[in-house]
Nanobody, 124 residues
Framework: QVQLVESGGGLGQTGGSLRLSCVASGRSFSNNAVGWFRQAPGKEREFVAGISRSGGTTQYADSVKGRFTISRDNARNTVYLQMSSLKPEDTAVYYC?????????????????WGQGTQVTVSS
């Protein structure tokens, strides 16, 4: 079992930055690829970014490419999502998720472990 806790959400301004953290406990986090997802009100949960076990491979949704950066520190059991050039459409609850595979995927149902989410609100 892996337990995930997100933090770092809050209120951001258009054009500003926020950094989300996802801290894991339980089984070795370094055995898991990790994804960040988000869900806006009335919309389906969608993939945002993913990172491989080692951190050597990253993947981004087109909507955030060039603005968001995912990284990880396995010694600290933590994955980060640095969000820059924020837009109002980035407003959502952000979730991190882990899967016991080498690489991330955009498919939600392939992640076994989920955090509780953290709210990000971007004002215009």
């Amino acid at each position: 079992q892996v337990q995930l806790v997100e933090s770092g959400g809050g209120l951001g301004q258009t054009g500003g930055s926020l950094r989300l953290s996802c801290v894991a406990s339980g089984r070795s986090f370094s055995n898991n690829a990790v994804g960040w997802f988000r869900q806006a009100p009335g919309k389906e949960r969608e993939f945002v970014a993913g990172i491989s076990r080692s951190g050597g491979t990253t993947q981004y949704a087109d909507s955030v490419k060039g603005r968001f950066t995912i990284s990880r520190d396995n010694a600290r059991n933590t994955v980060y999502l640095q969000m820059s050039s924020l837009k109002p459409e980035d407003t959502a609850v952000y979730y991190c998720a882990a899967r016991e595979r080498t690489y991330p995927t955009e498919r939600l149902n392939e992640y076994a472990y989920w955090g509780q989410g953290t709210q990000v609100t971007v004002s215009s």
